[in-house]
């Protein structure tokens, strides 16, 4: 079987895209290069405006880190009686602005769940903390925390940091036992504890727990 072929079958990628080479070049990595047929139009489009070269971090294969690299299009627009307007393709190998492919971060955010604190998963990852606590934000503005079961909550894991060095911080609150991401806030100290004790109180938590701080 072809290499690329391969790794077509192993990443879901189907037409209208392809896979045009995979290299590795040392400890530099894998680097999967996707080309996407330039005959196809998306409902609505036009025509290709340009191109953006993108470039996304997979999951590492073997020992190496993997990446994935495309030049995607920008259809232009012109919906009837309205301003015409151009839109990047949404590739289905990625959310909408993220630089990871969506199985990096899901597993990312399985490894932040095992070990219950973004610094060390990111150290281990190679990415920066700021990179990770995105991803984590991302997903943890999907559920309230309303949602989730706490009456068994006995040790919760406080991590925080800042989203841009210098500047506004977030703080992730993880049942110490399961590794469930528990709460997600913006800001850090008393303040956001705070909070996080009031909306744990209304869940059944116990008022006094025990805080690991990483």
């Keep these: 079987m072809e290499t690329t072929k391969f790794f077509e ?9 392809q896979i045009i080479e995979v290299r590795q070049t040392g400890s530099d990595g ?23 070269k993108r470039t996304w971090r997979h999951l590492d294969l073997f020992q190496y880190p993997c990446y994935i690299h495309c030049r995607v ?11 015409g307007f151009v839109k990047t393709l949404e590739v ?6 993220s630089g990871f492919s969506l199985l ?15 610094a060390k998963v990111a150290r281990q990852l190679n990415i920066l903390p700021q990179r990770l606590w995105n991803i ?16 068994k909550v006995k040790r919760i894991g406080l991590d ?17 036992d399961t590794g469930q991401l528990l709460y997600i806030e913006e ?17 059944g938590i116990i008022p006094v727990l025990r805080l690991n701080c990483d």
């Design 9 to 17: 079958q192993i990443l879901g990628i189907t037409s209208p895209y």
């Design 30 to 52: 894998i680097h999967i290069e996707i080309s996407i047929d330039s005959t196809y139009l998306p409902m609505g489009a036009e025509g290709i405006h340009d191109y953006e």
């Design 73 to 83: 299009p920008k259809y232009k627009y012109r919906p009837s009686g309205k301003k």
């Design 92 to 97: 289905p190998w990625s959310r909408k602005n």
């Design 104 to 118: 990096f971060e899901q597993s990312a955010i399985h490894l932040v769940k095992l070990y219950g604190t973004v």
């Design 136 to 151: 984590v934000h991302f997903y943890a503005s999907k559920y309230e925390l309303s949602c989730v079961d706490m009456s």
């Design 160 to 176: 925080e940091t800042s989203q841009k060095k210098g500047h506004s911080y977030v703080s992730c609150f993880l049942d110490m």
């Design 187 to 203: 800001g850090k100290g008393a303040e956001v504890v705070d909070k996080f004790s009031q909306q744990a109180q209304k869940q």
